[in-house]
C-alpha cells in the first residue's frame, strides 16, 4: 500500500520568494519545424502546476530547454533565477523525471540510484530512503529491465527525489501508475508543494490534473494559450440544459428575460450565464412546464478542449 | 569531478557487458599466446621481456578496449541513462572528462589482463615445450607494458570519441572494427606510405608489432595520440551541443 509517508516530521520548507521556474521568450526549431515558439510562463513555488497541450504541442521539448537538455533557439528559461547548468548542486535544486526509460536494463534499481547518488555527492543511505518513499525496497535488488511500467515510473522518481530538491519537473509521471499508484502520486505532489516546493507536471488525464493542480499552463503548436488557476480556466463556462414540452415558448420565456438559449436537438435548450433558480422562476411565471433542468459544471478537459479546438494531432 | 567519476565508475562496475569484454580480452589474448608461443622453437631459458611474438599476442587487446570505450557513450544514450546523467551534471565537459578518466583507468586494468594471460599461457606452453621463462629484466619488462598501457589508453580515448561522434552503438561498434580489420588493411594494399598514420598501424607500431612497424614505436605513438585528440575533441564537440531529446 503506497502511502505518503515522506519524512513528515519534516518542517515545510520556507516558501520560494522568486519563480521557481521562469521561461521567457522560450523558441525551439528543429530544421522548418517550430517546436515551441515564444513561450513565456512562469512556474510559482508552493503550487502544482500542470502542464497542459495537444500531442505535439511542444510540453517535452520545453521541460528539457528548462533542463538544458535542449538548447533553445531562442529565449532563456531559469530554476530559482538561474540557468540549469549553473546551479551549483542541481540535484538539490531540481528532481525531474522526463523518460520512463533511464536507467540501464541489466543494472538493479538500488544500482542505478547508486550511480545518481554518486553524481551528486550524495551517500547512499538517502538511496534506502527514496526506495522506501516510493515503496520499491521490495524490488531494488532486480533488474530494472524487468520491472513493470509503474515500477519504472516509481524508480525514476526516486531518482528525482535523491537530491531532497525543491522543485518537480515531471513529464508523464503517471503513465503506467495502476489508480493506487496515480492517488499516491497526487497526494504526494500535493503535499511537496504545500511544503512551499514547486511542482511542474504534464499529464494527458486531465481528470487527474484537475484534483491535482492549483493552476495550469496551457500550450498549443508551441504556443502559450493560457496560464492561470483552474479555477479561473473553468469560471463562467457552467451551462445549463433546460427542456421542456413547450420548446418554443420556453425559447421566447428566455430570451424575453435577456438571455440567449442555444437550441440543443429534441426539446433542450442550452443556457448560459443564469444561475438554475432564476432559469426555473423564468418558466415558472411565463407558465411553462419545464421536464429538465440539468446544470452542467465545466471541467478543466472542457476549458482545454475549448481552448485548443479539440486539437489532438 | 570526484563524484561525476565515483558515478562512472559505479556505471562501468555494474554494467555486465564491461565484463564481458573483459572476459574477451582475456580469452582472445591466452589464445594468441598459445596458438604463437606452440609455433616457437625455443630453448633454454627467456625473460618476459625478451619473450619472442610478445607485442603480436597483445595485438587484439586495442579493440576490446576501442569497444570498451565506444560503450562509455553509447550505452547511455542507447538506454536513455544520458537524461538523469546530464540532470546531476550539466556541465558536459565534467561528464566527459569522467568518462575518459574512468574508461582510462579500466583500459589500464585490461591491458594488464591481457599481459598476465599472455605471459601466463605462454609461459605455460613454452615450458612443456622444454623452455624456461623466467621475470629477466624488470627495467624492459615494464617498458614493454608501459607500450601496451600506454597504447590501450589512447584507444579508449578514440573509442569515447567515436561513441560520442556517432552516439548509434552498433554503427559505432561494427563500423569502427571494420575500419580496423578491413578499410585500414585495404588501404595499406593501396598506399602503404599513407595507411601508416592510420591509427589501426600507428598502433601497432606504438606496440612494436615488426609488420606494422613502419612508424616506429615513438613516431607510432605520436600519431596515435593525434588520433585520440581528435577524436576526443570531435566527440566532446558534439556532446556539447546536441540536444538529448
Known sequence: MLTVNVTPESPPAESLASPAIAARGLTKRFGAVTAVDDLT????????????????????????????????????ATVLGLPYASLDRPASVVGAVLEVQSFHPLRTGR?????????????????????????????????????????????????????DPRVLVLDEPANGLDPQGIRWLREFLRWFAARGNAVLVSSHLLSEMDQMAD?????????????????????????????????????????????????????????????????GEIALKAGVALTELTPHETTLEDAFLELTDGAER | MRNQIMSEARKLLTTRSVWGLLAGTMVISGLAAWAIAANLDLTGTIGLAGLPGFQEMMALVPAFVLVLGIRSYTDEARHGSLVPTLLSTPVRRRV?????????????????????????????????????????????????????????????????????????????????????????????????SLARYLPGHAGMSALGVEAYGTLGPLSGAWVLAGWAAVCLALGAGRFRRRDIA
Request: aromatic share 4%.
Open chain 2, 96 to 192: 566527459v572528462g569522467a568518462k575518459f578518466a574512468v574508461v582510462g583507468l579500466a583500459s589500464i586494468a585490461f591491458a594488464l589482463a591481457g599481459a598476465a594471460m599472455v605471459v601466463g599461457v605462454s609461459s605455460l606452453v613454452l615450458s612443456i615445450d622444454g623452455a624456461a621463462v623466467t621475470l629477466g629484466s624488470i627495467g624492459a619488462l615494464a617498458w614493454l607494458l608501459a607500450k601496451v598501457v600506454g597504447v590501450c589508453l589512447l584507444w579508449s580515448a578514440i573509442g569515447l570519441g567515436v561513441g560520442m561522434v556517432v552516439s548509434h552503438q552498433v554503427a559505432a561498434i561494427v563500423g569502427s572494427l571494420v575500419w580496423l580489420f578491413a578499410l585500414e588493411n585495404l588501404l595499406d594494399a593501396l598506399a602503404p
Open chain 1, 41 to 76: 510562463f512562469e512556474v510559482r513555488p508552493g503550487r502544482v502546476t500542470g502542464f497542459l497541450g495537444p500531442n505535439g504541442a511542444g510540453k517535452s521539448t520545453t521541460m528539457r530547454m528548462v533542463l538544458g537538455l535542449v538548447h533553445p533557439t531562442a529565449g532563456s
Open chain 1, 215 to 279: 493552476e495550469v499552463v496551457v500550450i498549443d503548436r508551441g504556443r502559450l494559450v493560457r496560464q492561470g488557476a483552474i479555477a479561473d480556466l473553468t469560471a463562467g463556462r457552467s451551462s445549463l440544459k433546460v427542456s421542456s414540452a413547450d420548446h418554443a415558448g420556453l425559447g421566447r420565456a428566455l430570451i424575453a428575460a435577456g438571455l440567449e438559449p442555444h437550441p440543443e436537438g429534441g426539446a433542450s435548450y442550452t443556457v448560459t450565464g443564469a444561475p438554475a433558480d432564476l432559469v
Open chain 1, 111 to 163: 544500482n542505478h540510484l547508486r550511480v545518481l547518488a554518486a553524481a551528486s555527492g550524495l551517500p547512499d543511505t538517502r538511496v534506502d530512503e527514496v526506495l522506501e518513499i516510493v515503496d520499491l525496497v521490495g524490488a531494488a535488488g532486480r533488474k530494472a529491465g524487468g520491472y513493470s511500467l509503474g515500477m519504472r515510473q516509481r524508480l525514476a522518481l526516486a531518482g528525482a527525489l535523491l537530491g
